[in-house]
């Protein structure tokens, strides 16, 4: 593989398996399966097309879209012709448009229907050297000669292609090397402007090597997707993933529709956030407190039994589970099990999540259930996971073990370091900050960790976020965050104290969980602005907030909080596409209310 190139792995699958199904989507309330032949012919037209409108090797070529077939042909049409693809999240604003378009030099720019090319177009107004803008669907004429659809790219290929055959088409393709830049990442732009992190064929098919020797995949495997292809976790492992083992991609018909989908089509893995199984965890639990003292009973033995079976610990001796161990879980399996598994996929063998950690209490609910959910940690900048749990190598709490080839270690700080196969070439069009990401080889990954004695790896926070406490004390908000966050009832935490005595805390609350609380408990409100001033409601945050202050030090513990009604938005310029805070930004918006707290 490590002269393979991502543009030949798709074509030699493509002479290998073109009548197997390549993805399926759904299309007038029906499942469409499309084969890989007819993937290979749009891909084929549409790489063409690129090519006739002037596209070389190592053009960019942006695209803003909700993750959709359209965007996997095009996507990997950019890829055969030798172009450099960079995602637009399809809720950037057209001012961060353009950052991404001028940043890379792309001059040509898909945009999946009318609203994201009047998005785009308006971006086009600081974008002169635009030269193309192509449009997935719901494309009408515009007084604008850059703008064509993409039926009409997809012509203009076919029409190249009937009179002068696939011979340049091919050229391109295995005209494309291993340490060719694929792709250009951008990352959240927490601090600052977001910078595009170069991704390689080599550093993408390394990784996904490296992971399957621990998460095998074969051709009866069955994958999802659902996650922004802006992404990187999306673009590696959903996209790529899929082309480079021939496993058929479901693609989910939105978030809304996204629990739905899971459950009709089986999807056998998937990489995601750990909110997706929260969500799961959260209904399951409010479902189970309802029951009988009875049904309790035989849910608690169940879930015991299932422990007993899906324990980690047979795989680290090498063994199955004992005949009295295998019966009990089939019988577990009847009285509840199942049910679960029919809500997360009755298929489902395993799930990789990252971003954000999960309780114990929840992690092992979906391991007891036969759902193994392995927590790992990657980067923009590192190809994909540095470190993951894996069966045999498993520890709550931690994101697992670096992969083999990858050395981890931590600076005299507690900054994150690594070096191996995994490293980016650096950031596109910045010299100065792709010197900043390495020091003598090592990558700085800007994340604060610790080894445990077993040498597994826990992610403590950010190191441009620390913050210090009026007594001198180094405190990670992140990290404090991320477990205020644990509670069902809260969504979004911000934590302030640079330079204080004591945290306090901006909080945003899953109004559901909030409202199914109001009810249980007969809370008269007139709407949720209202909900969330009940003493209630306060009294419940705050022993939620006092439950997680357990888990930290004195000086890492929430005095005081303020729940906000409205979630922080992309629109303000709060959070990111990924929903990662803009910590500064807050900070600003919101000085005279956290003020208020150290009143």
């Not at 000669?145 to 290929?157: C, D, E, N, W």
């Not at 020797?213 to 993933?241: C, I, Q, Y």
């Not at 559901?512 to 969330?532: P, S």
Request: charged fraction near 25%.
């Amino acid at each position: 593989m490590e002269q393979w190139t991502l543009p030949k792995v798709f074509y030699e699958q493509l002479n290998r398996i073109s009548n197997r199904t390549f993805l399926i989507y759904k299309k007038d309330a029906k499942w469409q399966n499309v084969s890989w032949a007819e993937v290979g012919e749009k891909v084929m037209n549409l790489s063409i097309g690129l090519m006739k409108l002037g596209v070389k090797k190592g053009d960019r070529v942006s695209v803003i879209s909700e993750t959709r077939p359209d965007y996997a042909y095009t996507v990997t049409a950019i890829a055969n012709a030798g172009a450099i693809f960079t995602g637009i999240y399809q809720t950037n604003s057209p001012r961060e448009c353009a950052h991404v378009i001028n940043d890379s030099g792309a001059k040509i720019v898909f945009a999946e229907n009318r609203a994201q090319c009047e998005k785009i177009l308006k971006a086009a107004e600081n974008c002169p050297h635009i030269e193309k803008i192509i449009v997935f669907d719901g494309f009408s004429p515009v007084e604008d000669p850059r703008v064509i659809s993409l039926a009409a790219l997809y012509a203009l290929g076919k029409v190249e292609y009937e009179k002068s055959g696939d011979k340049e088409y091919l050229e391109r393709l295995h005209d494309v090397k291993p340490e060719d830049v694929t792709a250009i990442i951008y990352t959240s732009g927490t601090t600052g402007p977001p910078k595009g992190v170069m991704d390689t064929n080599r550093g993408i098919l390394m990784n996904l090597r490296e992971y399957t020797k621990f998460f095998p995949v074969d051709e009866t495997d069955r994958g999802l997707s659902f996650l922004p292809m802006a992404h990187a976790l999306e673009l590696r492992n959903g996209h790529w993933f899929h082309i480079t083992f021939g496993i058929e991609q479901v693609y989910a018909e939105g978030m809304r529709q996204l629990f739905d989908n899971v459950r009709e089509m089986g999807p056998t893995f998937f990489f995601t956030t750990p909110r997706f199984f929260e969500k799961h965890h959260n209904i399951i639990s409010a479902e189970i407190e309802k029951a009988s003292p009875f049904r309790k009973r035989i849910i608690k033995w169940c879930l015991k039994a299932g422990a007993r079976y899906n324990d980690d610990s047979w795989n680290v001796k090498g063994s199955s589970p004992d005949i009295f161990t295998s019966l009990s879980y089939a019988l577990a399996k009847r009285l509840f099990i199942n049910d679960v598994r029919e809500k997360v996929g009755r298929k489902l063998r395993y799930g990789g999540v990252g971003g954000a950690p999960m309780t114990a209490e929840m992690l092992n609910f979906f391991r007891s259930c036969g759902v193994p959910l392995y927590e790992g940690y990657g980067l923009t900048e590192g190809c994909g996971q540095l470190a993951i749990n894996r069966p045999g190598v498993f520890k709550l709490g931690t994101v697992g073990k670096p992969l083999d080839g990858i050395e981890v270690k931590l600076k005299d700080d507690g900054e994150i370091v690594a070096r191996g196969w995994l490293s980016t070439p650096g950031y596109w069009n910045n010299a100065k900050a792709t010197e900043e990401l390495y020091e003598g080889g090592w990558l700085n990954t800007g994340d604060i960790g610790t080894f445990d004695a077993d040498g597994f790896l826990k992610i403590t926070g950010r190191k441009k976020e620390i913050l210090i406490t009026s007594g001198g004390k180094n405190v990670s908000p992140s990290y404090i965050e991320n477990i205020i966050k644990l509670s069902p009832y809260i969504s979004q935490v911000v934590v302030f104290g640079e330079g204080k005595d004591y945290l306090v805390a901006l909080l945003t609350l899953n109004q559901e969980e909030v409202k199914r609380y109001a009810e249980k408990n007969n809370i008269a409100y007139r709407d949720y602005a209202d909900l969330i001033t009940k003493k209630e409601i306060i009294d419940l945050i705050q022993k939620e907030v006092d439950y997680q202050n357990r888990e930290v030090a004195k000086v890492e513990q929430i005095k005081r909080f303020t729940i906000l009604k409205d979630e922080f938005s992309q629109e303000r310029e709060e959070v990111t596409p990924t929903f990662k805070i803009k910590r500064n930004n807050i900070t600003e918006r919101y000085k005279d209310l956290v003020a208020r707290m150290y009143e």
